[in-house]
Structure formats: structure tokens, C-alpha cells
């Protein structure tokens, strides 16, 4: 039962361009959304977040954009860099004091020169 | 300010033994998380602890343990080691009271033969 999920494995976008990333959820009780990153060898950096009540957050280049009714959200990168090349994990939280993390399987990342 | 630091980064066992793996939590933390990742799979998580109890468990069995020691830091333990335990073992800091935004180590990878 994956509650989070992450449909595509893999996206390649040439440097300059727009990446979007998607990411579909299932728990209703999700209230809080992370965008996580990682490279190999490392752990995965906390990117952006959004809180339920919002349909929309910017962090410089990165912006997520939650949607409700469709339980989806998506992450765009503008313009895309060959370092932000890696595996990008969608989260989804119940904002209480013991919050697990539920994660998709990530989206792999490939911007080209 | 540090980071979340692991340690060790790898570790090689075989079948049955038991293993121990460390966390020290990013300062002004005082909530741990561990998530066990396979690969090709997002992180799951496995056990939260705060004021050095655990606080929230994810689905795996008892052989899994931990331990939260008055500074923050944290181990995981795990006895009887499987070969599917094979995987890389994260942990995760957090405020208590924003908990659902969690900062990663790099963590353990470990193999088990």
C-alpha cells in the first residue's frame, strides 16, 4: 500500500529548461509535504516544503505546487543545472509530534549540458 | 552548527550477527528518526525517540531497537541480522515541535552476507 508515489522513475531535461516532478498521495491525513534531494553516497537534503493550507511555495529556483482535490503535488525547477542532477523523494507528513515521514521511491534527475 | 553525523559509513556482517549504528543529532535538536532505505526504494521509517523513549514505530520487528541518550544522540540496533537487512540506514533530526521537518546523516551502509 504506497501512499505516496512517485510515477516516474527517471527524467531528463536539458540544462535551461523546466523540470517538473509529481508526486500523487493517497493519505487524506497528510497535511505537510516535503521535497527531498539526494546524490549518491549522501543522505537526502531537505529541499522545500508546503504546508496543506497553501497550494503554492517558492524557494528561489524551486517551487512546489500542492493540489487538494487531485491529491498531487508537483516540484518545478527554473532554470535546471547539471548539479541539480540526483534523486528527488516526495514526502507526505501528519503535522503531529511523532511525525514518520512517508516517502515515494524518488525520481531520478538527469539535467543535460 | 553541525550537521547529523553517522557513523560508521560501512559495514560489512553476516547472517545472525547483531549490529549497532550511531547517530548525533544536529544541534538544537532533540528528536531522532531512523529510516531504513533499499535500494531502489524510498526511505521507511523504522522508529522516532524523544526525551530518550521511543515515540512512534514504523512496521518492523522487535529485533530492531534503539536508544536516545540525554544529549540527543542515538543508536539503532539490530540482533539476528537477515540478509534482506541489507540496506542503507538513515537517521533524521528534528525540533520536537517541528517534527515533521527532518534533516538527514549521510548514512550507514550496510551489507549483510
Known amino acids: 500500500d504506497q501512499q505516496v508515489k512517485q510515477n516516474s522513475p527517471s527524467l531528463s531535461v536539458q540544462e535551461g529548461r523546466i523540470s517538473i516532478l509529481n508526486c500523487d498521495y493517497t493519505n487524506s491525513m497528510f497535511d505537510y509535504f516535503l521535497w527531498y534531494k539526494k546524490y549518491p553516497a549522501e543522505g537526502p537534503t531537505f529541499l522545500i516544503s508546503?504546508?496543506?493550507?497553501?497550494d503554492k511555495n517558492e524557494d528561489g529556483r524551486f517551487t512546489v505546487f500542492l493540489n487538494k482535490s487531485a491529491k498531487h503535488l508537483s516540484l518545478h525547477i527554473v532554470p535546471s543545472q547539471p548539479g541539480d542532477s540526483a534523486v528527488y523523494f516526495c514526502a507526505g507528513a501528519e503535522r503531529s509530534g511523532n511525525t514518520p515521514l512517508v516517502f515515494g521511491k524518488g525520481t531520478r534527475l538527469s539535467v543535460i549540458a | 552548527e553541525t550537521g547529523v553525523t553517522q557513523s560508521p559509513t560501512h559495514l560489512i556482517k553476516t547472517r545472525g550477527q547483531q549490529v549497532t549504528l550511531r547517530c548525533s543529532s544536529q544541534s538544537g535538536h532533540n528528536t531522532v528518526s531512523w529510516y531504513q532505505q533499499a535500494l531502489g526504494q524510498g526511505p521507511q521509517f523504522i522508529f522516532q525517540?524523544?526525551?530518550?523513549?521511543?515515540?512512534g514505530r514504523g512496521n518492523f520487528p522487535p529485533r530492531f531497537s534503539g536508544l536516545q541518550f540525554p544529549n540527543y544522540s542515538s543508536e539503532l540496533n539490530v540482533n539476528a541480522l537477515e540478509l534482506d537487512d541489507s540496506a542503507l540506514y538513515l537517521c533524521a533530526s528534528s525540533s520536537w515541535t517541528r517534527a515533521e521537518t527532518q534533516y538527514f546523516g549521510p548514512g550507514t551502509r550496510l551489507l549483510v552476507l
Open positions: 525517540y524523544y526525551r530518550e523513549e521511543e515515540n
Open positions: 508546503i504546508s496543506s493550507i497553501k
